[in-house]
């Protein structure tokens, strides 16, 4: 019984700190353009160069 009274109020304050970091988010407009961010993942990268004439070297070629 003696640990709930260490217990509660730790968990009461992970819901604060959890209930502050979630209103900063807000606040600081990291929900505003969720579609946005998912499509840049997509198409960030450059497409990849293909090389001509290029085979790999061949125990062969000493």
Known sequence: MD???????IA???????V???LWAV???QFED???QGM???LDDK??????NSK???ADDN
């Open 40 to 42: 840049n993942v997509l």
């Open 56 to 58: 790999p070297p061949t």
């Open 27 to 29: 606040r600081s407009d």
């Open 3 to 9: 640990s709930l009274y260490v217990l509660i109020p």
């Open 20 to 22: 502050g970091v979630f």
């Open 47 to 52: 497409p990849a160069e293909k090389k001509t």
């Open 12 to 18: 009461i304050l992970f819901v604060i700190i959890a």
């Open 34 to 36: 969720l579609e946005r």
